[in-house]
Structure formats: C-alpha cells, structure tokens
C-alpha cells in the first residue's frame, strides 16, 4: 500500500510539471499540444500504477495458500487464475456460474472465498510441477480488474530434475470403441452417457500420441442452467440439454488422430468413455473395406481350389475310362480272334452297362454265313 502512494505522488508530481513547463514556452499553440502530449503520456501511468503489485513469493507445500484478495469493495463478477505460459486457465470463479477447473486440476484447486472479493485459492497434492508464476486476475464492477502475481518456489531443495524436459510416462488407456475416418471428410463424435445416473457434467479431453490430456469441451449444469464451454481449436463442440456432448469436425485431417475421452460426473461417481480416432488417406483403404477386401480374397482363393480338386478328380476318372477301353479292346480282339477260328468271320455286338462292383460288358457275336454258331459272353472289369 506504501509503494503505491509513492508512486500515486510521484506521478501528481510529474503531471504538476507538465503544467508548468509550458509557461517557459513561447508559442501557445505549441504550449498546448505539448501540455496535451504530457497529460496523455502519464494517466496510463498513473493507472497502472496502482493497479499492479510486486510478484509474491509463496513456499512450495501441501495445502499451499494463493492470497489474492482485491483491496477495494465493489461486485466481483469473476476470478481467473492462469499458470504462466498457459494459456488456458486453471480455475475460474464465477458467482453466476460456479467453479470451473480443467481435468488436470481438478479435486486440487479449492477457491476460499472468505469475503466477497477473495479469489484465493488453496492446493492439495502439490508436486514440483506446480512451481512456476501463477497470475490471479480479479475483474470488479465498477472499478475493473485487479491483479496480483505469485511465484511459487521450492526453498528447501528442488531435485536435481527439477527442469528436466522429459514427459511423464503415457497412462494406460482402454480403447472402448473406435473410428475410422477419411481426410477431407466431415465426423461427429458424441459423448452418450450409456450408465445409469444423473448427470451434471460432461468433460471431452484428447490425447495425442505421447501428449497429456487436453481438455476441449465442457458441457454441464448450473443452477438450473447450461453452461457449454468450447476449448477447441478443430470443429465445433455443441452441449444439449440432456448433457450429450459432441465434437463436430469439418475436414478431417491426420492430425485430428488420437484419443477421445468423455468423462461423466454423476451422482454414482465418474464415469469415462474412450473413442479412438484414426484417420486414412482419401481413397485409399478403410478398414471396413479391408476386411470385404480380405473376404474376397479368401472366397477367391476357396473357388480356384475347389475347381482344382474338380478338375483332378474329372482326370483320375478319365484315366480310369481309358484303361478299360484298353482293356475292353484287347478282349475283343482275342474272342473274336477265337471265334473266327471256330466259324469264320463274325458280327460282334457290344453292350456295356454298370453293375455293383465295376463296369460290365456284353459281346454278341453272330457268323455272318448261315451257320447256327453263335456264342455271348459278358466280361467284367472291377474298380471301373
């Protein structure tokens, strides 16, 4: 408070100079414009003068305490507070609307609100990744914002890799359903709550690959109202009044792959849902017309060996055929060989037929000169 009187008297003072400079002129016109010039130079000053502090320094600690209480009365209509250099905020207060903190955060950030222009917040289970400049910023009616600085340190001893780079090891994550969509094509997915309970709050987040969640659309209720917040820098994030949830994506590109996670506070606990999405090229393979190519294929595959054991079947049987008109042929000629010895030349009749065991055949043979010779015979060739 002693710094900002000082520095509220420094700039009457330098403002007392700029009218009296002027009286060491000559000229009024440029009296004026100089007098207007320095007048215009120092309220900004003056005005952020009083409104900015010095950066406090709090001890890293369990249930540590951020003091940000505005020093004048009025009507606060919200609080915010932002860890430097994110740019999305970590908690939000509003009277009107209640508390919003992001996934990360939550059940870590309590807001005190002691008197009605307190925008402290207390955190709980505080690791050093919580070290870093936090800006509290208090906007009031009728007289503005006010904001104040906290740089929170570990004054005991920080560990040696304390400014180690490297990310957290991936969580494990249960993929519940997924999806494929082409590039340049348009997709909704929606957060359906498909337990039982009542909800009050929906939380979309995605995860890269290798990244940390990130929370892009928050749809619940308060105080009888819905309040949809959309953090999405791809598509649209639409809340309905029954809490469902969905992220409109128009032109899907490769980087739209990773993971969806829909997260439902309900008065049975929290409940998650995870769709993962992957992306393919514009006209190349999806997986539904992978697998019908992958069923064509083996259906393919099926016919050319069914029409091989066919045709290697027809061959044997062909074999077969042609081994018993070799055979049928050698009797032939050797009976009639015979016969015509006995009664010269003959009409030889040849009836073929199956039986139970083979093939049979009959052979008549009739002299062709007036003789009552004749003689029949039957020959059986088994196996055929």
């Not at 505005?70 to 919200?78: A, I, K, T, V, Y």
């Not at 990130?214 to 999405?232: P, Q």
């Not at 769709?275 to 069923?295: D, E, I, K, N, W």
Request: proline share 6%.
């Amino acid at each position: 408070m002693e710094q900002d009187v000082q520095l509220g008297s420094l700039c009457t003072r330098l403002i007392n100079v700029a009218f009296i400079l002027p009286r060491w002129g000559k000229m009024e016109a440029v009296q004026k414009d100089y007098w207007y010039f320095m007048v215009l130079l120092f309220l900004p000053f003056l005005k952020v003068a009083v409104q900015q502090t010095d950066v406090e320094t709090v001890r890293l600690e369990e249930g540590m305490v951020l003091a940000c209480v505005c020093p004048w009365d009025g009507q606060l209509s919200m609080v915010s507070w932002t860890k430097v250099p994110d740019k999305n905020p970590i908690a939000v207060f509003s009277p009107e609307f209640g508390v919003s903190v992001p996934y990360t955060y939550r059940e870590r950030i309590d807001f005190l609100r002691t008197t009605p222009m307190d925008g402290s917040i207390a955190l709980k289970n505080v690791t050093h990744q919580d070290i870093g400049l936090y800006h509290c910023s208090v906007q009031t009616f009728p007289q503005g914002p006010w904001t104040k600085d906290f740089q929170v340190e570990d004054l005991d001893e920080p560990p040696e890799d304390n400014n180690s780079t490297e990310p957290p090891p991936p969580e494990e994550v249960t993929v519940d359903s997924e999806v494929v969509a082409e590039e340049s094509s348009n997709l909704t997915i929606s957060c359906k709550h498909p337990h039982n309970g009542t909800i009050y709050q929906v939380i979309l987040e995605k995860m890269l690959h290798g990244r940390p969640w990130v929370i892009i659309g928050i749809c619940k209720k308060v105080e009888g109202g819905l309040v949809g917040e959309d953090y999405s820098e791809r598509g649209r994030v639409d809340c309905a009044d029954s809490l469902d949830l969905s992220l409109h994506l128009t032109d899907v590109a490769s980087g739209d792959d990773g993971l969806y996670r829909c997260t439902f506070n309900t008065d049975v606990g929290v409940q998650t849902t995870v769709v993962q999405l992957r992306t393919a090229p514009p006209g190349g393979f999806s997986l539904s017309l992978y697998m019908l190519y992958v069923y064509i294929g083996a259906g393919a595959a099926g016919l050319v060996l069914f029409i091989s054991f066919l045709i290697l079947a027809l061959r044997l049987r062909y074999c077969q055929l042609r081994q018993y008109i070799i055979v049928l042929n050698l009797c032939v000629c050797v009976f009639c060989f015979c016969f015509w010895l006995i009664s010269g030349p003959v009409c030889v009749t040849i009836i073929t037929g199956k039986k139970s065991g083979g093939r049979s055949t009959e052979l008549n043979c009739t002299p062709l000169r007036d003789s009552r010779i004749s003689m029949r015979t039957s020959l059986c060739v088994p196996g055929l």
